[in-house]
């Protein structure tokens, strides 16, 4: 049987489901030099066997490992939302494969990469901070009572969100890709590598803002004045919104878009501030 025969043409459904089922995977050969990269690579290799079915054809074989390479680089992300991302980069792979002289390669990981901070922060708010809370508190509180409801229902309530969620964003990211990303020009695509940046240094600026837990406890005897209530009482996290203003003055003398990079994280030590994110 030929590798072509193989590798015959999926049909929508069969991509979507696959997504799908790959995504919620995506996890089972995590590492710690790049983290899900062996997962996204699972996810997306039928798209890239489908369009490199050959491997007699020394040709086809060399685009077939430049792409399993190129797959291969860092990845992290909520599984759930992961999703979106692979359909996107599945459905980028296959115009690359169609047009390779208009078409840079570089954008797929660009795109992978400035994805994961946003969809990080709203896959683990919604499914590690909501759905898992709601779904073991409803579980807990049946199983108290000595009703076997509790364990099912903790996992029906976990499940279907999950599949439901992977399942739409599988097939929204293939389809906005297949339907706005061939009508980008190059610099439509540059416009489109800066807005995924500037939101996923925003995100990165809440992580920073929520690790950095500094504080000062510094109290006046005299007046049981507590130092930190102060700058609390003026911006919450003012002092690290602080320190990572100082971290930007250091990282600018050193990088020519250190204003953008600046701007984002302080923009998300702000959010985080104010508890838009969280």
């Not at 049987?1 to 193989?6: G, Q, V």
């Not at 911006?235 to 320190?243: A, C, H, M, T």
């Not at 003398?253 to 204003?259: A, I, Q, S, Y």
Request: glycine share 10%; net charge neutral; with cysteine.
């Amino acid at each position: 049987m030929s590798n072509a025969t193989k590798t015959a043409k999926r049909s929508d459904f069969k991509k979507y489901f696959q997504f799908m089922w790959r995504s919620l995977n995506i996890q089972a050969s995590w590492n710690y030099e790049r983290q899900m990269n062996m997962g996204f690579l699972y996810g997306i290799a039928p798209t890239l066997d489908e369009l490199y079915p050959d491997e007699n054809d020394p040709e086809q074989l060399a685009h077939k490992k430049e792409a399993y390479e190129r797959e291969m680089a860092f990845y992290n992300c909520t599984p759930q939302t992961s999703a979106f991302t692979l359909g996107l980069a599945a459905s980028m792979e296959e115009q690359y494969a169609a047009d390779r002289e208009n078409f840079n390669p570089e954008t797929i990981n660009a795109v992978k990469t400035s994805l994961m901070g946003p969809l990080s922060g709203v896959g683990d708010s919604f499914f590690q901070g909501t759905v898992r809370l709601i779904a073991f508190g409803l579980g807990i509180s049946l199983a108290q009572q000595g009703s076997v409801l509790g364990p099912i229902l903790a996992m029906i309530i976990s499940i279907v969100p999950s599949v439901l969620v992977t399942w739409f964003a599988g097939k929204l990211g293939y389809t906005m890709g297949s339907k706005y990303l061939t009508k980008l020009n190059g610099g439509m695509m540059d416009k489109l590598m800066y807005v995924c940046g500037i939101v996923g240094l925003m995100v990165i600026g809440a992580m920073v803002a929520s690790m950095v837990g500094l504080t000062t406890p510094i109290t006046f005897a005299s007046t049981g004045l507590v130092l930190q209530d102060v700058l609390n009482s003026i911006l919450p996290n003012l002092l690290n919104l602080g320190i990572v203003m100082l971290m930007y003055t250091l990282i600018r003398k050193k990088v020519k878009t250190g204003w953008l990079l600046g701007i984002c994280i302080v923009g998300g030590v702000a959010i985080n501030a104010l508890g838009l994110l969280v």
